[in-house]
């Protein structure tokens, strides 16, 4: 009995492991220039620290989806008289996807590979 939960144990790992491909996310500062941004980023699994953008700089990070689905990572975002935050990578979203967004005061952009822009915006998360 003990070696089949073993067995089963290790089959899980090796399915969690394999499954799904490297995603990278990106962050630029696209705030007016001299307006540097604090970017904080976190899912429930790790907090990627706190990074400091200047003007028209990029912050990239790397991660694997979760076998399941549901990986997320949010980040907060402040400047000067401003704390806003918002999801960055929603799996049901952004999968597969471009994952690189220009953060600017009115909400992220995520780049659009077909336009080659940021054109796709959303207004930032509500504050509870």
Not at 4 to 22: E, P
Not at 40 to 66: I, M, R
Not at 114 to 125: Q, T, V
Request: with cysteine.
């Amino acid at each position: 009995m003990e070696r089949w939960i073993i067995i089963i144990l290790l089959l899980f790992a090796l399915i969690t492991m394999c499954s799904g491909r490297q995603q990278v996310c990106g962050i630029i500062n696209g705030l007016v220039p001299e307006s540097d941004v604090l970017v904080h980023c976190k899912s429930k699994q790790d907090d990627l620290g706190v990074h400091l953008l200047h003007y028209n700089a990029l912050y990239e990070f790397k991660f694997k989806p979760n076998f399941w689905g549901t990986t997320q990572f949010y980040c907060s975002f402040t400047w000067p008289s401003r704390i806003e935050w918002f999801d960055i990578y929603k799996f049901q979203r952004d999968a597969g996807k471009f994952c690189y967004w220009m953060i600017k005061p009115d909400g992220p952009c995520r780049y659009n590979g077909l336009s080659k822009s940021f054109d796709k915006c959303y207004k930032w998360n509500q504050k509870i």
